[in-house]
């Protein structure tokens, strides 16, 4: 039997992400957000009210980063999801965040998360919220790439928000290998 529980916001996993952006002035700003996802092959998408200090920095640099963040520097991402850069413009600082500069984009990359995707801004619709960004670069540092060159997710250690318990969950390890479980199903209707 299933239990109804109306038009809620669940839906699993829920990426968390660290958006990075300057203002006017270069001063690197950082948000957490879990609305976001990969929109097209080569574009994220991630809703920001216009009101976010971060959003207004997008639209004037038409650039952000979006870092995954990790189980090491949860307190980080959450720090900088719950403190507004509209009232406290040095919560990178506060947060104890590394900044170095993309070279791709004009926003920041922070040393903390390991993994990022540097995007150009594509559109913004205030309505929606919805901002859309081409993805320039992705880049990772080499403490989480695997043997094969590649991002291994058991050295990235992403969290996930949970919106039902308001959580961060770390996700597993492999429970199966894509396009490869089905294998036998497929070959059985063929």
Known sequence: MRKNFGAKPM???????????????????????AWGSISDMNQ???????????????????AFTISMANVEHMVEADYVG???????PDKVAKAGLHVTKSEFVNAPLFEEFPMSLECKLVSYDPESELALGEIINVSADESILGENGHI???KLQPITYDPVHHAYRGLGE??????????ALKKKYE
């Not at 699993?12 to 950082?30: F, H, K, Q, T, W």
């Not at 719950?82 to 406290?88: D, E, I």
């Open 152 to 154: 291994d997710l058991t």
């Open 82 to 88: 719950m403190v507004s850069g509209n009232a406290v």
């Open 44 to 62: 994220a998408a991630v809703y920001i009210s216009a009101g976010h200090k971060s959003m207004k920095n997008i639209l004037q640099t038409e």
């Open 11 to 33: 839906l699993y996993p829920m990426p968390v992400l660290v958006i990075g952006s300057y203002d006017e002035n270069g001063v690197p700003n950082a948000m957490t957000a």
């Open 174 to 183: 492999i429970a199966g290998m894509a396009y490869k479980v089905g294998e």
